[in-house]
């Protein structure tokens, strides 16, 4: 059964930093690109950023690329978002998850807010 359990969201001032984790289990992680994901209010689900098998690739949305950073660790079936010079538009709920799974955690809600 997929688990997916995003955490490390919380309040946080414009230009502050954050680091999301994701612990991933009941697939088997090392062979799945990893995505992180967010969803603002009243808004679609977007795509953020995406993680080779082995973290040599990574890929970012415009909307954040030079300010987040995706990583993973593959022995600890765990993937990160480290989000530095985060804005006001940046809050919402973030979600991790993998190409194809139809299955989402409860995702962890960032504010940027002053």
């Known amino acids: 059964q997929v688990q997916l359990v995003e955490s490390g969201g919380g309040l946080v001032q414009p230009g502050g930093s954050l680091r999301l984790s994701c612990a991933a289990s009941?697939?088997?992680?090392?062979?799945?690109?990893m995505r992180w994901y967010r969803q603002a209010p009243g808004k679609e689900r977007e795509l953020v950023a995406q993680?080779?098998?082995?973290?040599?690739?990574?890929t970012y949305s415009d909307s954040v690329q030079g300010r987040f950073t995706i990583s993973r660790d593959n022995d600890k079936n765990e993937v990160y978002l480290k989000m530095d010079s985060l804005r006001p538009e940046d809050t919402a709920v973030y979600f991790c998850?993998?190409?194809?799974?139809?299955?989402w955690g409860r995702g962890t809600q960032v504010t940027v807010s002053s």
């Open positions: 998850n993998y190409p194809g799974s139809n299955t």
């Open positions: 009941g697939f088997n992680f090392g062979n799945y690109r």
């Open positions: 993680i080779g098998f082995w973290g040599g690739s990574t």
